[in-house]
């Protein structure tokens, strides 16, 4: 039992209805029956506000509502009367945490009340204590019975060793105190670095590594590579290669460039950030990536060759693309592409999603069962995350970066979002992607595939975002515009298939044509 997140609306449409979380959860408050929770009277918004709930804990932004959000009496946001709500979102209203008892109320005509229960928990290991369970330690701690019953045995232990430790000093005193001195010794010099030799004298359960060099992602990498050669178990992967390069860094990871000594093959190294492999949760995206990427297989999606990590240092051996990303390449060509070559790329990465919104993939539920499902979703898919091989004078254009992804058949599982934290890329998201992201089916990166060719024909993006905007209410409040809004020159057919995409689908929760249908349908389309 963990804790739990309880909403009652205690004034208003739907008085004395209850809602209640254990899990992550993004919810979108307001009028619009798309909403998480919705209140259909005039006084709420049809955006109104934001909840954002990580067990126990629970954060509230409004999105610049007319007649206010008030959180125990207070205003916690609300637009001045002569403020238009174009202007309002252009003022990011700051969030505030919500307590247990505290009241939410949005405008003067609807109230909500949070309760928020915490399970107890053991004092020294932190599991949580079902009623009746407890047992108070010497201390006054309330403990667990299996650190109550560790406790009982350290102590008859010490009883023990105290009564030989009495038994020995009275035979043989002077000689057991220098041999105490001589082993503190021993012990306190005991302890190097692995990296670079100096002394650790932090938690002995702790890696062989200082807190500087953990702290050093080359130091890391080099580490791993000289493991590697002593055949190292969670660095075996790497054994035979040596870095040549770096080739980028993001939130997450840095990526180098790797080569095997014997063959002179090359190879994409990912090295998860030691700041970042601290945290539970950040460690569960990369892990969850090399999972996926191990278990796909097809000439548009970046391959895995192999995964492992040492501590805190974690890594993922994948396919080198010498091109670099399409980011990088729409940089280079100012942004925009002719419609032949954009299409080109458009139906191999279409290719790549349809591969990887069917494939067979085994993954495992929260509470450990394995479960053998079709299809994963990407839910980040964007030109930042295409790769670019060359093949002589050939291009092929390969699908990466699955941290995000999610198999869509089971959907509902578990949440990522914590409180403020928004997965994916706003210009590449559709509505229905902030509506109901635990639920995200394949829609989504088809929605973000065609937001992608959007973007490759015109040099824009699908909506107009605007500088010092909260970009999640744009996503909520502006529509697409029509892509031969933007170039008239776009041939007809290929902007009828766009629109047909990026304006309907924007909301729905339904799919679409799957990916390969769309390939199809775009090929169709240049006949």
Known sequence: MGAKITIQVAKGPKTGKSYRYEEKESLILGRKKACAISFPIKTVSRYHCLIDIAPPKVMVRDFGSKNGTWLNGAVIGQRPTDMTPEEAQKKRFNEHEIKDGDTLQLGPDCELKFSIESPPTCDICGAELPDGEAIIGENGEALCYRCDDKQQEARRKKD?????????????????????????????????????????????????????????????LEHLMDRAKEGEQGAVELKGYEQIEKLGEGGMAQVWLVEERASGKRMALKLMLPQIARDQRRRDYFMREAVLLGQLSHQHVVKQFGSGGMGETFFILMEYCEGGSLDRYLRMKGNRLGVEEA?????????????????????????????????????????????????????????????????????????????????????????????????????????????????????????????????????????????????????????????????????????????????????????
């Open 160 to 220: 023990e060793a105290k009564k030989q430790a009495e038994e020995a000093l009275r035979r043989h005193k002077e000689e057991e105190r220098k041999k105490e001195e001589a082993e503190a010794k021993r012990a306190r010099g005991l302890r190097r670095c692995s990296i670079c030799g100096a002394p650790i004298e932090d938690d002995p359960n702790a890696p062989n590594i200082c807190k500087e060099c953990r702290a050093d992602p080359i130091k890391l």
């Open 343 to 527: 299409t080109d790329i458009t139906l191999q990465v279409l290719d790549g999603l349809h591969y990887a919104h069917t494939a067979a993939i085994t993954l495992h539920t929260p509470s450990g069962e394995e479960m053998n499902v079709n299809g994963v979703v990407h839910r980040d898919f964007k030109p930042g995350n295409i790769f670019i091989q060359h093949d002589g004078r050939k291009a092929t254009y390969k699908v990466a970066d699955f941290g995000l992804a999610k198999a869509f058949q089971c959907a509902g599982f578990t949440s990522h979002t914590t409180a403020g934290d928004y997965c994916g890329t706003f210009r590449y998201m559709p509505r229905s992607q902030i509506l109901n992201y635990r639920y995200a089916k394949p829609v989504v990166d088809i929605w973000a595939a065609m937001a992608t060719y959007y973007g490759m024909l015109t040099g824009y993006p699908v909506r107009d975002f605007r500088r010092g905007e909260d970009y999640a209410f744009t996503v909520l409040q502006r529509d697409p515009v029509p892509i031969r809004e933007r170039d008239p020159h776009i041939p007809k057919k290929i902007a009828s298939l766009v629109d047909s995409i990026l304006i309907p689908f924007d909301e729905c929760e339904k799919d679409c044509m799957s990916a390969g249908e769309l390939r199809d349908e775009i090929r169709e389309a240049l006949r």
